[in-house]
């Protein structure tokens, strides 16, 4: 496997705490400019976004995440379905026993807000790449690492509170019309 020594080592180092003094724009032209084109297609195929079909090899870092991400996904949507329903089977398990990415929905939905929610399940997200790394330094791995942090930071950065705020609204006022038109509907059935 072909070895990124100086691109790896000119990066900024990115903490989950603070902003990034590069996003993934630049940080593709710094890639472009010093790794293969096949690594370059590769790189621009990492998402958070788990894609039905994987270009990656199994044992690469990106596979991986694609992994951890698709079954975290999976047992959010379980933990919700439990949650929802009176069906306690389809819950997930109480007790001790419970598994890391089990254990971290359950600490993400006992948060009433829901961007803190997504903040620790993130944080766990984070924790993973922390272990995907492990003896990848300086290959095409660490850049898929490198890359997937980035993204996760460029979540937050689009996210702002005028424009969720909009989206809210536009939510209710939806809901609103469509009551009204039930209302409606229901007053000339009668």
């Known amino acids: 496997m072909k070895q990124y020594y100086y691109l790896i080592c000119s990066l900024p180092f ?27 297609q590769l790189l621009d195929a ?8 994987s270009p990656f ?10 992994v951890l991400e698709t079954n ?13 329903s009176e069906n306690t089977s389809r819950s997930m398990p109480k007790g001790d026993n419970f598994s890391d990415i089990d254990q971290g929905i359950q600490e993400a939905y ?15 997200r984070w924790h993973w790449l922390d272990e995907l790394e492990f003896g990848h330094y300086f290959d095409v791995n660490k850049l898929f ?3 997937l942090r980035l993204l996760i930071h460029e979540k937050w ?9 909009e989206n809210f609204d536009r939510i209710v006022a939806a ?11 229901i007053t000339e059935q009668n």
């Open 110 to 124: 006992a948060k009433s807000n829901p961007a803190e929610r997504e903040k620790h399940l993130d944080s766990l």
């Open 14 to 40: 990115i903490k989950l705490e603070e902003t990034p003094s590069i996003n993934s724009g630049e940080f593709r032209r710094l890639c472009q400019e010093q790794i293969s084109e096949k690594d370059l």
């Open 175 to 185: 809901i609103n019309d469509r009551g009204e038109f039930v209302d409606e509907a």
């Open 72 to 84: 975290l996904r999976k047992r959010m949507a379980i933990y919700r379905a439990g949650r929802k």
């Open 145 to 147: 690492i490198y890359k």
């Open 157 to 165: 950065l689009s996210r702002n509170n005028e424009h969720g705020y």
């Open 46 to 53: 990492v998402s958070l976004v788990p894609a039905k079909e």
């Open 57 to 66: 090899a199994k044992d690469s870092s990106a596979f991986l995440w694609l």
